[in-house]
């Protein structure tokens, strides 16, 4: 069965600084991978995904991933952290060779706060 | 293009009542899913339509339902409401099942149990 892992509830950052969201993984085939942000009161907004091909993932405002195989992971990034940065971010995998589990599964969700 | 639109946004209920939430997927997605957000238990799936058809359906007990129509619109239905199905209800749409292709998501239905 599929799952997806997001271990921390929350992390704090200061404006300007590096930030990542970690996010593992666990398929029996091949993953599409996907990371979702969520304003208040508003639904979830697509940010980037992974399907195949390059590990390093380039999406909106500024936002990476890079999908490491190995170690079953798909942490976002950015360089330089913005207040407006601060949401609620979701990871959400798809086995894509499983027919029976094409819901997309989402993690618990981690929430980014980023101090000026 | 028009994105995932939900109605109604907020809606306010007593316990035993049912509720009939709608959810319009952009044009040409074929396939749309629901799910619940509690601060509780997160994000959890409800169920999955594409075509007319469920094609998956999350734990939840028999009072949630849900259909889809011809034109790829999707309303569900909890029945005998309880205090805890209070959450926010969020329709999301795609091209089709297993697709590679994201999910677009409406902002929800907000939905207070009294």
């Known amino acids: 069965a599929q799952s997806v892992a997001q271990p921390e509830d929350q992390v704090n950052v200061a404006e300007g600084n590096p930030l990542t969201v970690k996010c593992t993984y666990s398929v029996s085939g091949n993953p599409y991978l996907f990371w979702y942000v969520q304003y208040p009161n508003r639904g979830l907004q697509f940010l980037l995904k992974y399907i195949t091909g390059d590990n390093l993932v380039k999406g909106s405002y500024g936002f990476e991933a890079e999908f490491n195989k190995s170690q079953t992971s798909f942490h976002l990034k950015k360089p330089s952290a913005l207040v407006s940065d601060s949401a609620l971010y979701f990871c959400?995998?798809?086995?894509?060779?499983?027919?029976?589990?094409?819901?997309?599964?989402f993690g618990s969700g981690t929430r980014l706060s980023i101090r000026p | 293009k028009a994105g995932v639109t939900q109605t109604p946004r907020y809606l306010i209920k007593t316990r035993g009542q049912q509720v009939t939430l709608s959810c319009s997927p952009i044009?040409?997605?074929?396939?749309v899913s629901w799910y619940q957000q509690t601060p509780g238990q997160g994000l959890q799936f409800l169920f999955e339509?594409?075509?007319?058809?469920?094609?998956n359906k999350g734990n939840f007990p028999g009072r949630f339902s849900g259909r889809q129509f011809s034109n790829s619109r999707s309303e569900m239905n909890v029945s005998t409401l309880e205090l805890g199905d209070s959450a926010l209800y969020l329709c999301?749409?795609?091209?089709?099942?297993?697709?590679?292709?994201?999910?677009?998501f409406g902002d929800g239905t907000r939905l207070s149990i009294l």
């Open positions: 959400a995998v798809r086995d894509i060779f499983d027919s029976s589990a094409s819901k997309i599964i």
């Open positions: 044009s040409g997605h074929r396939s």
């Open positions: 999301a749409s795609s091209v089709g099942p297993g697709s590679n292709q994201p999910q677009h």
């Open positions: 339509y594409f075509s007319e058809t469920q094609r």
